[in-house]
């Protein structure tokens, strides 16, 4: 889109639309020069704008209000405060994907469905662009999960880890250094772990058999195997899927045997079953 001028003044007449309502239509005039211009750049006062447009102050408090509450806008107190353009963020997609989720217009099922078709090609992309840096991150989450599942000895002190397998996928997002996916990826994290809380507490093989998986795509990452990074986001989508679609109630409430009983019995980190 083609910057314009900060001196441009945009006509009234040429945008304002009798039917809607005043300040709807100061939004959408505000909006449309904030689109325009850089993260940072300060937008005119309050009194600046009312005065260049015709309207009351409380007309375009209403707007700027709007807008921030959008993200689109910041409003900074003191002496060099003001209006200044913000720098895009991923909660408003969280809160239109979870409005949806919580409104019953996506369910669950839905959502595994766009992870599983989505998730995949995302981790094909990160072990491409995958840094040191970032992989020792998702490493040191994987090893989070796999103490917290050898120190869990009922479903309760399991479930502690339930924000890392959200902290996981964020973190291969980011990987694939592409902010959009990024944007999308933590914006789905909270509704995420919504729909983790609203299914029966994840059982100790469940948890073992998530951390195989998280240790296969790892390796994958670490050897910029994309084929390999991909199959192994498949599995572990694919068994969210069937969890959600499945979504039974009973657990068993104590794990049984040694820590290492679990599937994850014979993976390390580095060297996990292939």
Known sequence: MQKRSKDTVVSLEDFLVSKSRMSDQVKELLKELVLTRNVGDRIPAENEIARQLGVSKVTVRQALGNL???GLIERRRGINGGNFVAKPT???MTELVGNYFRMGDVTAQNLMEFRCAL???IAKLAALRVTNAELQKVKNVIDDLENNLNRATTLKELQLGR???TEFHVLVGEASHNPFVSHVMIGMATVLQTVLDQLPPTDFETAGR???HAKR?????KQRNDSGAYEAMLKLCEMYATRASRNKSSRPLRK????NEATHQNSSTDGGRQ
């Open 256 to 259: 049984k045997g040694s820590t």
């Open 68 to 70: 921030e509450a959008q």
């Open 90 to 92: 991923s909660s408003n």
């Open 119 to 121: 998730e995949p090609a």
């Open 217 to 221: 795509l790892y390796n994958a990452l």
């Open 210 to 212: 998530f951390v195989d």
């Open 163 to 165: 924000s890392k397998v």
